[in-house]
């Protein structure tokens, strides 16, 4: 049986990501959140509540653990987050160490002691130090900005990238960082528990570049199609950032202040030992980027509805694999037709490819100005947009059920590009509302209508 692993923030978005990742590694995990019905079940996983302030729940979730992930802080709290942290830190190494726990897995943040550090910064290499005080073996990871859909720093760059042609940007855009993908810090913290017991260090990791928020913003732009103006002004201070923030991006102000507090100081690697203790080669941030790009759905726009029908899901399923080409799209075709002639006047491909075949698909088949993306047999098709779009397009079907009854589920999603794409989709959305309905309704008939001609030929 593999050692328990104890993981705390899993609610946030490294832990989050990490779970999945020990998870899927076969890892026995147990997580402390103090809301576990916000963390869903999984094989190998149990969830318990407490709180690393609360050092009863605390020295209760270490029994048995052989290695306990750090990733807890308090940026968000309304009160001293400095003091929560400290207190926090010391519950969590003292219960560490009557626990036995073999080691203690810690993500901090990249800055040089001899900076004048921003309050945060500071806090985070504190708490590094007050895990280690408490005699136990510590694996401290200190990182500057992490790449990925859901990362803070990564949906700062989205929504200002995404929603402003042109930024008035403050002088910290200029500052160097070294960013890190999602995969490889997540690799980084796995790594960590193939560490000799003993070993007890502090590892500064990064990227393969170094580079701005403003490069970030700029290379994100150039990835997205968009054309974007960055004028740096010297008058914006890290409370009127953290305003302007506030008002052109989903970001919660007082975490933006700190945020842009941490973010005005240099984070680079300085000391780079942990290329050669570990055979992780980062990748750059282009790369990085990209494939935040292609996993993430954060900032998409959703039109999903179900409907319920008393046939069998391979039932439920044949009118939806008929979709297209000659049968058409079961609900106002006419809306159809016109949206492939307008799609052809702007050089799309229109309705004028049809279908391989009448009845059956396969991954990658063409369905009208559609592409077949996922095909999973009486379960689920997804359909990749081919017309031209101010963005990208996918509408997909699932069903699920029984011989008693199936759901089927009808979801359009849209990952808009800048100002243009959203305007689209809200200037489109009524005739979804119609179009999308109507489908749904007409397709469930004709499962109903196909299972009632099987019954009574």
């Known amino acids: 049986m593999k050692p328990l692993i104890l993981l705390t923030g899993a609610t946030g978005y490294v832990g989050g990501e990490l779970l999945k990742a020990l998870v ?3 890892h026995r995990v147990r997580c402390l959140a103090r809301r576990p019905e916000a ?3 999984a094989t190998g996983t149990e969830v318990v509540r ?5 050092a009863a729940s605390v020295r ?3 029994t048995g653990v052989d290695t306990a992930y750090y990733l807890v802080h308090s940026m968000s709290s309304p009160g001293s987050f400095e003091e929560e942290d400290r207190a926090a830190a010391r519950v969590f190494g003292d219960a560490a160490r009557e626990a036995g726990v073999r080691r203690v897995v810690y993500l901090g943040g990249l800055g040089r002691n001899d900076q004048e550090l921003s309050a945060h910064l500071r806090s985070r290499q504190e708490v590094g130090e007050i895990l280690r005080a408490s005699g136990v073996s510590v694996i401290e990871f200190r990182a500057s900005i992490v790449i990925g859909s859901g990362s803070l720093s990564f949906e700062m760059i989205r929504a200002l990238v995404e929603r402003l042609p042109m930024m008035i940007a403050p002088r910290w855009v200029s500052v160097p960082a070294q960013p890190i993908a999602i995969q490889d810090l997540l690799d980084y913290l796995l790594a960590a528990l193939d560490l000799p017991s003993d070993v007890s260090r502090v590892f500064e ?3 393969a570049d170094r580079v701005s928020y403003g490069d970030l913003m700029r290379e994100y732009a150039r990835q997205r199609f968009l054309k974007r103006l960055i004028l740096s002004v010297p008058v914006l201070t890290p409370r009127l950032s953290s305003l302007w923030l506030g008002l052109v991006t989903p970001l919660y102000v007082r ?3 700190k945020l842009i507090d941490s973010i005005r100081h240099s984070t680079v690697v300085e000391d780079p030992s942990a290329m ?9 941030f282009r790369e990085a980027i990209a494939r935040a790009l292609s996993t993430g759905e954060q900032g998409w726009l959703f039109d999903s509805r179900s409907i319920r029908v008393q046939v069998p899901p391979e039932k439920a399923f044949e009118p939806i694999c008929r979709i297209g080409g000659a049968t058409g799209w079961y609900y106002a075709n006419w809306l159809w037709r016109l949206r492939g002639a307008m799609d052809r006047v702007v050089g799309g491909v229109g309705l004028r490819r049809g279908r391989r075949d009448p009845e059956n698909l396969r991954a990658g088949d063409q369905v009208d100005f559609w592409r077949v993306e996922t095909l999973e047999p009486n379960h689920r098709l997804r359909l990749a947009a081919e017309m031209k779009l101010p963005g990208r397009a996918w509408l997909e079907f699932s069903v699920s059920g029984d011989s008693g009854g199936t759901t089927i589920r009808q979801t359009a999603s849209f990952d808009p590009r800048g100002l243009l794409g959203r305007a689209y989709w809200y200037a489109v959305y009524p005739l979804h509302q119609f179009v999308f309905e109507g489908m749904l309704r007409r397709i469930a008939a ?11 030929p």
């Open 24 to 26: 899927a590694g076969g």
């Open 39 to 41: 963390l869903g079940t």
């Open 50 to 54: 407490g709180d690393v302030l609360d």
């Open 60 to 62: 209760a979730a270490m």
């Open 205 to 207: 990791i990064g990227g």
């Open 255 to 257: 975490v933006g202040r």
């Open 276 to 284: 050669a203790v570990f055979s992780i080669r980062p990748c750059g």
């Open 446 to 456: 004709a499962a109903i209508t196909a299972q009632s001609q099987e019954t009574h």
